[in-house]
């Protein structure tokens, strides 16, 4: 591997005496990059199993094993997301349609032409917007939920508040669904909010914890040549492994949101909104049962204190003197180096630097992730369809008994199928081949896939527009265009397939690239995309209602297509780099042990540097 152009991003400096072949004995990563000890060696000290160059370029990488404690989380973001999805995709019918003739819980079947449930009657963009807000906040509150658990509580704790929220939220919801409150619509309305912004807030604590907290439970880290019984030697590869456990718990999810979703609008259609909203929590409060009888066999990280204070801290100390309106030179005078402990002399040093080195390289390289989460707000643009107006669309094509809110489902079951696919055939036949498809490949092939699901919807639409008896006005329509609903399978099994490659991806990769003590928050960022995404998604209100609905799902089309593409250019370079950033010497800065805090020096050290 030569030396790369962007290797002046990295404190490291290019050998000049030492022999290549000396460090390559040693399993450096590039026989160009020694150690200087004025800075800091940015990879992973030595270690039995470590591997060479040569060995990096020619064994073949696989994953270690998964540890069982990890598939008891994953059952615990299962039950949640049943609760969580077999809620929301109630909202769209309850917001939308009016109470059905003589109904008093909402259920319409039998009771209109179409077999419409409902409840306010408030009408489609109004439901869409609900939708919006839904997902906005739901994904902002994990910036809170993640800090709580890196600076206080710790994952586990915090995860069990989030189940009391949860189970609080959703008794509001039965409540504004009652027969006696649901028939006076400014009252249910009330409740409803009140409710769905609860189940927010036990979303986020819960979300921004439990993938990391599952992700802690591999406890294989580290590249390592392994020899298999069949004489073959191999590279142990710590992403790879994480890849598969993303996929598995990506697997969960949409195992939990598919069972919530089919049985809640059965029982929504039959029986009423009140049942819907209250057997979402069954299931859920087993998650609490589940993560206190494994509890000891858990990895649990303790919290850190204020790690984002810190980062503030750091950020404003390598930034010191430099704030200019001149970006292009503040840009190129900043450096981390400055903020690395062994860069200050101990009698200058601030009492908050009590981190090590390896941390500030932890802290860079998580903010190349977030850089990278950036572009997400464009990905979910296509998926945000799939939860309200997809659902609209559905509604004016011929369902044939179907509830128009079931079709969705094809979405969850799609990826609860290829994500066994993809695991044991496609990814494993790649690194056969030899084919690096690194996260930053699949999320940009995410992209493309995304890109394309919209551009089936908008096709589609198009036909419904060309074919209903009421033209371009199809959502008011008695009578349904003449259209299989089971069209929509196109559209919602290529999201999924998008999903696979780029949101389970990003939360890969939201845990890999964070410090240790920042993982929750990292994770938070991540999440929090889907809120910006749900806030531009505002934008597009205006067209989500007839006869504009092929202008949005064309838009969102493009957007995708050309978001893609900028992802690409952008973050190639940092794809090359990706085998670097995963083998970074690890921080010992990790719940209270503060490896640099004054009282820790040894006194000859304190002497040397003063």
């Not at 990905?379 to 004016?396: D, I, R, V, W």
């Not at 199809?474 to 999924?496: E, F, M």
Request: proline share 6%.
């Amino acid at each position: 591997m030569r030396a790369s152009k962007r290797a002046p991003t990295f404190p490291f400096r290019v050998a000049a005496a030492c022999p290549a072949e000396d460090l390559a004995d040693r399993g450096h990563f590039d026989v160009g990059v020694v150690y200087d000890p004025k800075i800091h060696t940015l990879l992973d000290d030595d270690y039995e199993g470590k591997p060479t160059e040569e060995e990096l370029h020619s064994l073949r990488r696989v994953s270690g094993k998964i540890n069982w404690a990890a598939y008891t989380i994953a059952f615990c973001e299962l039950a949640e997301r049943f609760s969580y999805y077999g809620s929301s995709v109630l909202y769209t019918n309850f917001v939308r349609s009016p109470l059905p003739d003589g109904s008093t819980t909402g259920a319409g079947w039998g009771r209109n032409p179409k077999n419409q449930s409902g409840a306010l009657g408030k009408g489609q963009k109004a439901s869409q917007g609900i939708s919006l807000f839904n997902q906005f906040f739901a994904y902002l509150v994990p910036l809170l939920g993640g800090w709580v658990a890196d600076a206080r509580l710790g994952r586990y704790k915090t995860i069990h508040i989030a189940i009391v929220i949860s189970t609080v939220a959703h008794i509001i919801l039965v409540a504004a669904a009652s027969p006696g409150v649901i028939v006076h619509t400014d009252n249910s309305f009330a409740a409803f909010l009140i409710g769905l912004i609860t189940l927010c807030f036990g979303t986020g604590f819960f979300k921004a914890n439990i993938a990391p907290l599952l992700a802690e439970q591999n406890q294989d880290t580290r590249m390592r040549v392994e020899t298999l019984p069949s004489g073959e030697r191999v590279l142990v590869d710590p992403a790879i492994t994480n890849t598969r456990i993303f996929l598995y718990f990506y697997l969960a999810i949409n195992i939990g949101s598919c069972a919530g979703q089919i049985s809640m609008v059965y029982v929504e259609l039959y029986v009423g909104y009140w049942l819907a909203f209250l057997l979402p929590t069954v299931l859920f409060l087993i998650a609490p049962v589940v993560l206190f009888f494994n509890r000891k066999n858990y990895i649990l990280m303790p919290p850190t204190g204020s790690v984002l204070s810190k980062f503030f801290k750091v950020l404003g100390y390598v930034m010191k003197g430099k704030w200019s309106l001149n970006f292009a030179r503040m840009r190129r005078e900043f450096t981390w180096d400055i903020a690395r402990p062994s860069q200050v002399p101990v009698d200058q040093r601030p009492a908050w630097m009590t981190y090590d080195d390896e941390w500030i390289d932890e802290l860079r390289r998580g903010l190349k992730a977030c850089k990278v989460f950036l572009f997400l707000p464009i990905f979910f643009l296509a998926y945000n369809q799939m939860t309200n107006n997809l659902t609209s669309q559905a509604s004016t094509m011929e369902l044939n008994g179907t509830p128009n809110d079931l079709i969705q489902n094809l979405n969850p079951l799609s990826i609860i199928i290829i994500i066994p696919i993809m695991d044991s055939v496609v990814y494993p036949g790649l690194r056969k081949l030899g084919i690096s498809f690194t996260p930053i490949k699949r999320m940009a092939v995410g992209f493309i896939f995304s890109s394309l699901s919209m551009i089936a919807a908008t096709v589609t639409q198009v036909y419904i527009y060309r074919m209903n008896a009421c033209g371009d006005y199809a959502g008011t329509c008695d009578t349904p265009a003449p259209i299989n609903v089971w069209v929509q399978s196109i559209p919602y099994i290529l999201v999924g397939i998008s999903e696979i490659f780029t949101n389970t991806t990003s939360l890969e990769y939201a845990y890999s690239k964070a410090p240790v003590n920042m993982r929750s928050l990292v994770m938070s960022v991540n999440l929090f995309m889907s809120s910006i995404s749900a806030a531009l998604g505002q934008a597009l209100t205006p067209l989500s209602d007839d006869p504009l609905l092929v202008w949005n799902y064309g838009a969102v089309s493009v957007v995708a297509a050309l978001g893609g593409l900028w992802f690409w250019l952008a973050f190639r370079g940092l794809d090359k780099e990706e085998d670097l950033w995963n083998n970074l010497k690890k921080s010992e800065f990790q719940g209270q042990h503060q490896p640099n805090a004054v009282a820790n020096v040894p006194e000859s050290k304190t002497e040397e540097k003063v």
